[in-house]
């Protein structure tokens, strides 16, 4: 069973940085697309997908809000996506998954607030 396991989250102030990284395990970065989207509590339904990676084209997706700020990478040696966010903001808040294969991981939460 795909097994997606994301960290990194946490509690930052506007203008500051995180790094949020999603492990996947029985498949590799390059047989699946990995994406991340974030929920913002109380909004369960109006997620949005924010970045993918689609590691069998080395190509990469990032949602317009989010261009110039955040990146998305992968590491292969370790099957883990990396997203660096910087220069976050307060709308950011929300709490990041990750998505492959039809799995989901468990989230992880952003806090931007002074």
């Excluded at 492990?23 to 699946?32: C, E, G, I």
């Excluded at 990995?34 to 084209?57: A, H, L, M, N, T």
């Excluded at 317009?64 to 040696?77: E, L, N, P």
Aim: some cysteine; charged content about 25%; proline content about 4%.
């Amino acid at each position: 069973q795909v097994q997606l396991v994301e960290s990194g989250g946490g509690l930052v102030q506007p203008g500051e940085s995180l790094r949020l990284a999603c492990k996947a395990s029985v498949f590799t970065l390059d047989s699946r697309a990995i994406g991340w989207f974030r929920q913002v509590p109380g909004k369960e339904r109006e997620s949005e997908v924010v970045s993918c990676f689609y590691g069998r084209d080395n190509k990469t997706y990032l949602e317009d809000s989010v261009k110039g700020r955040f990146t998305i990478s992968g590491d292969r040696d370790k099957n883990t996506v990396y997203l660096e966010m910087h220069n976050l903001k307060p709308m950011d808040t929300a709490v990041y998954y990750c998505a492959a294969a039809a799995s989901l991981g468990e989230g992880t939460p952003v806090t931007v607030s002074s």
